[in-house]
C-alpha cells in the first residue's frame, strides 16, 4: 500500500502466496448431475451480482483477454499452477448443469460436483461463512450469465500434489467449516465489515501468513503475507514498458491491523478513501492489489466500505516483524543511496512530498510509517525500486484528485547492484520509527 498502481490485467497470483479472489481449480468446472433452478427474479440476480463484486469473482475467473468468468487463468501457487474454472452457466464447459446444493457444497466445503475435492486456491476456507441467503443470490447471478463455451487448461502440478485425494487430509488439519456468527457484543456495522473481510473479501488468503503446507496461520490473521504473481512491466524514465517474457515473483501484502508497522497511522477516512480510489494521502495502490480494487473494492458502497475500515481499526495491533540491528552496516551505505536517489521526492525526514492539484512533479508518498515498507517480507518494496511503479488513474477518475506518479525502476534507468538495493531497503524499512527487519542481497537477487 504505497506508491503507484500497476496494470489492471495483472495477475493476482494467490496459493501460498497469494490467493487473491474467487479462484477455482480446473475441476471446480467439471459437470455434475443436479436439478437447475428456476430462473430468479431479478432483484436476486441483482443482489448476486453485488455480492460477486465483494467477492472480486471476475478477477480470478477471467483469463486476459478471456470473457468474464471463463476461467482459464493462472494461478501461480508454490505447489504448481492452477488454472480457474470456467464459472459461465455453460453446460458442457462451465457449470451449467450445476444444482444449488451442489454449487454451495463448492462454494463453503471445497468440494466439486464431480466429487472431487477443491485446491484451497479457491477459498472456500472464506466462503465457508457465507451464508444461505448469500449462497443463494450468487447461485442466482452466475446462472443468470451469458454461456460461454471454454475449457481452461489442465492443472501443472508435480507429485504430489496433483492428487486431489490428499485435500481431505489438508482440511482436517487446516479447515474449519463453519458459518460467520455476529459478534452480539458489537454494532450491526461491524459485524458487517467483519462478514466481508473474513468471508466474501477473503483478505486473510493474501494478507495472513501461510505455513509450509499452504494452510494460514490464524494466530497471526491479517498481519501480512506472500503470495506468486506476474510483473506485466516497469517504468524506465517514466514511460511503462512492458517486460520481454513473464515474469513471476514473490509478492508481498502488508499488516492490516492497526499495528506501528500497519495501518495504525491510517485514519478511517483514510482506508475508505484508499479502498475506493486506490489513493490516500499516505499511499497509492500498486502490485494485485490495484485489481482489488478496480474490479472490488472501489464498487462497493460507502457503507460497506465503512464497516470494512471500523473493523479493521477495531483489530488489536499484531506485528511479527523483529527490528532491525540499529548497527547493520547497510544502514550507513544505505543512507547514502536514499540522499542521492530518493530524498528529492520522499524528503530527508521520509515524510514523503503531497501531491500539488493540477501537477504531480516531485511528488512522493510517505515512506515513515509506511505499511509496505515494513512487511514481515521485503519483496514488494523490492519490487517497487526494481521495476518501479506507475498509476492507474483510479483515484482521478474517481474524484478528481491526483495518484502519485511514476517512479522509474532502478534495475535499468539507475543501475544500482544489489548490494546497494539491500542497503536502501534496510535504511528505509528502519528510519523514521519504521522498525523492520534488514534485507540482503539474496533477498533481492530473487526478484530479477
Known sequence: MTNAPVKLNRAAGLGAALVIACLASAAYAAIADGAPARIPDAALVERGRYLAVAGDCVSCHTRPNGTPFSGGRALNTPF????????TPDAGTGIGTWSETQFARALREGMGADGKRLYPAFPYTSYTKLTDSDVSALYAYIRSLRPVRYTPPQNVMPFPFGIRALMGAWNLLFFDAERFVPDTTR????????????????????????????????????TGGVYLDDIADEVVEEKVTPMDERTVRSWSSPNLTPARNGLGTWSFEQIVAYLKTGHNERAGAFGPM?????????????????AIALYLKSLPPETKV????????????????????????????GLGTPVA??????????????????????ATLINVILYGAHGGGLAAESNGTWP?????????SVGLDDEQIAALCTYVRSSWGNRAGSVSAADVAKQH
Open 80 to 87: 504448481g499452477v492452477i488454472y480457474s474454472a470456467n464459472i
Open 187 to 222: 454494532s450491526a456495522e461491524w459485524n458487517r465489515g467483519a462478514y466481508l473481510i473474513q468471508g466474501l473479501g477473503h483478505c486473510g488468503s493474501c494478507h495472513t501468513p501461510r505455513n509450509a503446507l499452504g494452510g494460514e496461520r490464524t494466530a497471526s490473521a491479517l
Open 290 to 306: 490495484i485489481e482489488v480494487i478496480a474490479n472490488s473494492t472501489r464498487r462497493l458502497s460507502d457503507p460497506d466500505l465503512r
Open 322 to 349: 523483529e527490528s532491525t540491528d540499529r548497527f547493520d552496516a547497510r544502514l550507513e551505505a544505505g543512507a547514502a543511496v536514499y540522499t542521492a536517489r530518493c530524498g528529492d521526492c520522499h524528503q530527508p525526514t
Open 357 to 378: 492539484h493540477g501537477s504531480a512533479s516531485k511528488s512522493a508518498p510517505p515512506l515513515a510509517g509506511n505499511a509496505v515498507l515494513q512487511a514481515p517480507n521485503p
Open 404 to 412: 502519485w506518479p511514476k517512479m522509474s525502476g532502478f534495475e535499468l
